[in-house]
């Protein structure tokens, strides 16, 4: 490792405009040599446009940001050296068979595969029977694989993988977790956006994003012990109608569904949680949900991303 | 409404909406009409003209005079003899020649019958026939006339189609056929290729890397280049082979400059490639920015000097019109680099300005 | 086969092949009227093939399948005007506006001017779009287009709609609302059919089916098949069912 500091990347006062929208809206955060850190939100939060700038592709309207000590505006050539990159759609050439893609993306960054191989050894071993397949015929979980091996054939300092979960199903999203969590053993700087908030709680640090602007960066567990509110799941066995029911209730602040239960909150954050739950109980059992159970329970990220994110956008 | 009206209305509205496809399809068959009304001629105007008059005297100045009237005539240089003429034709100073015998006038005046030799430059498509039908028009012209004074002159105009005897037209249209699918394959296909990278995602992995603009760039076209390389020796080959076209001046010359003329299609190309992020507008505009001027304003297939003067001024800057003009020389007039160092000047020159815009133009970032 | 007038979507021995490649295999499975349908399964398990068949883009090799009473092999353009259909990647024209978009599709599927013009009016006054009849698709944010494309996919009041990924990327609050528009339809008597990867959905769903190469695996409440392999989310249950043939995969 050439870096000297502990600090792998730093953001301040990133800002960056298309047309009228405001992709990153003012975003300064630190991240940590050997960190997994987790940028997590929506689609058209921004993850990508401040991937992109991280990367060197695009150039910020405002701030500045180093990522390994080095500025993205003006160290170019010398960062593109260390960073290893996986774009959104997982670019690779279709018409390339499985190992023409990897020994390309090698000999660009001049290195070779065989060099390297103990790196992406534990992954290719899933790709090497499909070594001649064609890129294109690929399923999205082996893709996603090969993109990974692509972008950390050169022995990067850092990786950069921008929603690399995205439109794969979910075992192969697990796989691949769990290949970072080998990576990151090993000591490699690693950079995931992700839309989905379960995958929040694999990083060590995540950023929760919309809109261009930061909602929070913290641990996954201390973000969602954040959420401030005494939080209750509610279930019984008419879903939909225990849903609107819930939500006429005089006191109900928030009311989401979440899985087989509802996420419930109280407006009155004063009382105490045992006293929220017998209230509801006894509204809903009159309205007919004899069989209701109301728990209390730890929030997710989730509950507090949506507490932080506010209304959704205006549709106009 | 039904279904289908509803379809229909769609599309209308689709097509009102995409301002930048609209601008096309309405002002490019305006644009079309004028470029081929003005450029589809197939009559000839201010040819240029040598007169060879070894004994001036009253008939031939009174012919000259009649050559120097008309529009259809140019009249660049008057010749004491002939030594001179072929390297006129070979630089393309003069397109046709009227010569005089020497004893056109003596004959005339004794009431025998006089040669004029008409010499017309027939390496241009359709103005070999057409210069010569003029020649002879004004010859024929001075002998009505003096038969309507009573007088009685007879002329025996002999016609010489230099460069191309046997007007095959083959040989006319290989040199620009050349042109054309080096054009097709540096520019069209090089905007595509570069466009398809940037659809696929592929071109920011590219650019993240190490590699630079110019390896990239270089990188891309270097199997297009060997491609058109390989394209040109086929055609030529069949050229040579099937329609028996001459090719009378040096292979190597013609090659080098094809090279040259690749790289100019290929910077074009380039450029082309660096302002759109989709292939099919890539290809659009390579068709109208290289492969429309390379058929209709080289000189390929319509004559420029027919072309009202701004279509003549914006050939100047088609690349394709240079190298119609080099490869014309080398095959059928036989001629090298003493008679063609202007025009492979000029097309070095725009070589080096669009190779250099075009590393320009590819950027190192995405924006 | 008799013809069950009860049953949304009858699915028996559908079998899909490409050459020597059996896409679909004998899936056999029913859809209630009115039930909230999850149809789950890893890519390339065929669940995009199946769809395809059940909406009338594709024939079967073997098997039967009848939608909203059709039969998919002789009945196909029935059974496009019968059902709503929603995708990620087909949705609204961007460069149409809202009313031009709605006015589109009820065109399409023959409903009278009057008909379009009620409907176009409470529909927009249930999503709160009435002031934006005007605006370009393109303009609106993702949530509020696929929030819009779903009460379209229900304009000509289908007896069953097909949903393909419909909250893809979408944020968790708009994604809550659009399932409670999923909700609604179902309670009025509308039959949903919604595939996702989000495993929390699956949660949402009267029953749920998961294909892995080609067959359904598991069929069932989503109460009743986490008790029955003995996990506590969908999600385990899914890794639990495709890791046997995830080397296999791709």
């Known amino acids: 490792m050439t870096t000297s500091s502990s600090t792998a990347v730093r953001i301040d006062g990133l800002v960056k405009a298309f047309d009228t929208t405001i992709a990153v809206d003012n975003v300064s955060l630190d991240i940590a040599t050997g960190e997994l850190f987790g940028f997590i939100g929506p689609d058209g939060a921004g993850k990508t446009t401040l991937f992109r700038i991280l990367v060197t592709l695009l150039l910020p309207d405002a701030g500045h940001a180093t990522v390994l000590g080095r500025d993205v505006t003006t160290e170019i050539w010398d960062l593109r050296r260390r960073v290893g990159y996986m774009p959104g759609r997982f670019s690779l050439y279709p018409d390339l068979s499985v190992e023409e893609n990897l020994r390309f993306f090698a000999s660009v960054f001049g290195a070779s595969v065989e060099a390297q191989y103990d790196l992406i050894a534990p992954i290719y071993d899933q790709l090497a029977p499909f070594k001649d397949r064609r890129a294109g015929a690929l399923s999205g979980g082996m893709k996603q694989k090969l993109a990974l091996c692509c972008a950390l054939v050169h022995r990067p300092e850092i990786l950069f993988l921008d929603e690399p979960t995205t439109g794969v199903d979910a075992v192969s999203r697990r796989e691949f977790w769990e290949l970072l969590d080998r990576l990151k053993a090993s000591g490699l700087t690693i950079v995931v956006s992700t839309p989905y908030m379960d995958e929040a709680d694999r990083c060590g640090r995540v950023a929760l994003m919309q809109r261009g602007r930061l909602l929070g960066v913290d641990a996954p567990a201390r973000i969602a012990a954040s959420f401030g509110r005494p939080l209750f799941t509610v279930s019984a066995g008419e879903r939909y109608p225990l849903l609107l029911a819930t939500r006429e209730y005089r006191n109900a602040a928030t009311v989401f569904p979440f899985g087989d239960v509802l996420h419930f909150t109280d407006r009155r954050d004063q009382l105490r949680p045992e006293q929220i739950a017998s209230e509801l109980r006894e509204y809903l059992r009159e309205r007919g949900f004899g069989d209701v159970v109301i728990t209390a329970a730890a929030p997710t990220i989730e509950d507090t991303f949506m507490a932080r994110m506010g209304e959704p956008e205006r549709a106009a | ?367 | 086969m008799t013809a069950s007038p009860n049953e949304a979507v009858e699915a028996r021995e559908l079998t899909r092949r490409f050459g020597s490649f059996t896409a679909v295999d004998h899936i056999t499975f029913d859809v209630h009227v009115g039930e909230v349908f999850g149809f789950l399964g890893a890519n390339g398990a065929g669940k995009t093939t199946a769809i395809r068949i059940l909406t009338g883009l594709l024939s079967p090799t073997s098997g039967t399948a009848r939608v909203a009473g059709h039969d998919v092999y002789t009945e196909s353009e029935w059974i496009k005007r019968r059902i709503g259909y929603m995708s990620q990647k087909f949705s609204l024209y961007e460069d149409l506006t809202v009313a031009e978009n709605i006015r589109l599709y009820g065109g399409i599927y023959d409903l009278s001017r009057d008909t379009i013009r009620e409907r176009m009016a409470s529909m927009l006054e249930r999503l709160g779009l009435a002031h934006a009849a005007r605006t370009q698709v393109r303009a609106l944010p993702l949530g509020w287009r696929q929030k819009l494309a779903f009460s379209v996919a229900l304009l000509h009041e289908p007896s069953i709609v097909f949903l393909d990924e419909p909250t893809s990327g979408v944020d968790p609050i708009t994604r809550r609302q659009f399932w409670e528009l999923i909700y609604e339809s179902a309670a009025r008597g509308t039959t949903v059919f919604v595939t996702t990867h989000y495993m929390d959905e699956a949660e949402y769903c009267d029953r749920i089916s998961i294909m892995v190469a080609g067959r359904i695996e598991a069929l069932g409440t989503p109460a009743e098949l986490k008790q029955q392999f003995g996990v506590a989310t969908i999600d385990e249950l899914f890794v639990r069912l495709a890791r046997p043939t995830a080397g296999a995969a791709g």
């Open chain 2, 1 to 367: 409404m039904s279904a289908f009206a509803g379809l229909l209305r769609k599309e209308w509205l689709h097509i009102l909406r995409d301002r930048r496809t609209l601008l096309v399809v309405i002002f490019m068959p305006i644009l079309q009409v004028v470029l081929f009304g003005y450029a589809i001629r197939t009559d000839v105007s201010a040819i240029r003209l040598a007169i060879v008059d070894p004994s001036p005297d009253a008939s031939t100045i009174e012919l000259r005079s009649r050559f120097g009237a008309t529009d259809a005539f140019r009249i660049v240089s008057v010749l004491p003899n002939a030594g001179t003429l072929d390297r006129l034709f070979a630089s393309g100073a003069v397109q046709e020649a009227v010569v005089f015998d020497a004893d056109f006038a003596n004959r005339l005046a004794r009431g025998l019958p006089a040669r004029i030799l008409i010499v017309a430059d027939a390496s241009e498509p359709n103005s070999g026939s057409a210069m010569e039908s003029y020649a002879l028009g004004v010859i024929q012209g001075y002998e009505r006339d003096i038969a309507v004074k009573g007088g009685a002159v007879r002329i025996i105009p002999e016609a010489r189609m230099r460069f191309n005897p046997t007007r095959a037209s083959s040989n006319l249209f290989v040199p620009g056929l050349i042109a054309f699918v080096l054009t097709i394959i540096s520019a069209l296909m090089t905007a595509i290729s570069l466009t398809r990278e940037k659809e696929t995602g592929t071109m920011e992995i590219l650019l993240v890397s190490p590699l630079r603009p110019i390896q990239i760039i270089v990188g891309k076209v270097l199997a297009y280049l060997v491609i058109g390389f390989v394209s040109v020796l086929l055609v030529v080959a069949e050229a040579r082979l099937i329609f028996a076209v001459p090719l009378r001046g040096s292979l190597l010359l013609l090659l080098a400059e094809g090279v040259l003329f690749i790289l100019t299609s290929l910077s074009l190309g380039i450029l082309i490639s660096s302002r759109t992020s989709s292939q099919r507008v890539a290809m659009i505009g390579a068709l109208a920015g290289t492969m429309l001027p390379t058929i209709l304003l080289s000189g390929f297939i319509f004559p420029i000097e027919s072309m009202p003067w701004p279509l003549r001024f914006i050939s100047n800057i088609v690349p394709a019109k240079w190298f119609v003009l080099i490869a014309r020389g080398i095959m059928l007039k036989g001629v090298g680099l003493e008679y063609l160092w202007p025009q492979t000047l000029i097309l070095f020159a725009m070589t080096i300005v669009l190779v250099a815009a075009a590393t320009r133009s590819f950027r190192v970032r995405l924006a």
